[in-house]
């Protein structure tokens, strides 16, 4: 009773003293926290109201304040196309959206590493590279360079389109069948002298290095008792022998 007058007779009451002792606790806590210094206090003191205001659905950040910002996958912010935006923090205490950065994308035929994976154009020929008529042969291969569509969807070669000729003795595969001169002289102009004697005159036209000449049919041999000039020398059957015989000098 004597305790409960001495409270009254102060202007204390019961929920007076619970403050009191609230107050002293919050005091003696702030007291030890002094001890790891000011500086550190007021860091812990903001990290803790900034987890509680992020978990509250607080303001986050100072208004109008920026900062950089990327949203892309992990190592690809400064690769190829990709680079990082800025971002702002609004009135209401939260980020803004990040503007003006480049995020991967898939790629394109335009000379730039748009999925931002270290390699430019991959899926593409590469813009500019040298290219051939696809699957030609001969005269019909050309060759030309890979340029990117219009919508960078595609590349193409631009080598001309050649369409297979006649074949000419020039040393080139006109009609593009992968063999060169074959069939080059026309049928009525094969045969042809070669201005040499005997067996050695008669020749026939074939293409040579390009050029079309006349190519004997025979070699010059032994000559034989046949009046022919065998050996094509201008005289015919001189110191001839039997066949039999020139067969046996010739290991026939």
């Known amino acids: 009773m004597l305790v409960t007058d001495q409270r009254r007779d102060r202007g204390l009451t019961l929920p007076g003293v619970l403050a009191m002792g609230l107050v002293a606790g919050l005091a003696g806590g702030l007291g030890a926290a002094s001890g790891l210094g000011c500086a550190t206090s007021d860091q812990v003191l903001e ?22 910002c990327y949203t892309g996958p992990k190592g690809t912010v400064g690769r190829g196309a990709c680079k990082a935006g800025e971002r702002s923090c609004q009135a209401n205490g939260q980020w803004g959206d990040c503007g003006g950065q480049t995020i991967p994308a898939a790629e394109s035929c335009n000379r730039v590493d748009d999925d931002c994976d270290g390699i430019t154009d991959n899926g593409f020929e590469r813009d500019g590279a040298l290219c051939f008529f696809q699957g030609a042969k001969g005269a019909c291969r050309t060759q030309g360079v890979w340029h990117c569509s219009a919508d960078g969807k595609s590349s193409t070669c631009d080598a001309k389109v050649v ?4 074949e000419i003795c020039n040393g080139i595969d006109d009609d593009c069948d992968g063999e060169t001169d074959e069939d080059s002289v026309p049928a009525d102009q094969l ?12 020749g026939t036209h074939k293409c040579v290095a390009g050029q079309t000449r006349c190519v004997q049919n025979i070699q010059p041999g032994a000559e034989i008792c046949n009046k022919l000039d065998d050996d094509c020398d201008g005289r015919v059957d001189n110191d001839c022998v039997s066949e039999s015989a020139a067969r046996k000098q010739g290991g026939m």
């Open 163 to 166: 369409r297979p000729s006649n």
């Open 47 to 68: 990290k803790r109201l900034r987890e509680q205001q992020l978990a509250e659905g607080g303001p986050v950040c100072t208004a109008k304040v920026t900062e950089a």
């Open 191 to 202: 045969s042809c002298t070669t201005g040499k004697s005997g067996v050695c005159q008669a």
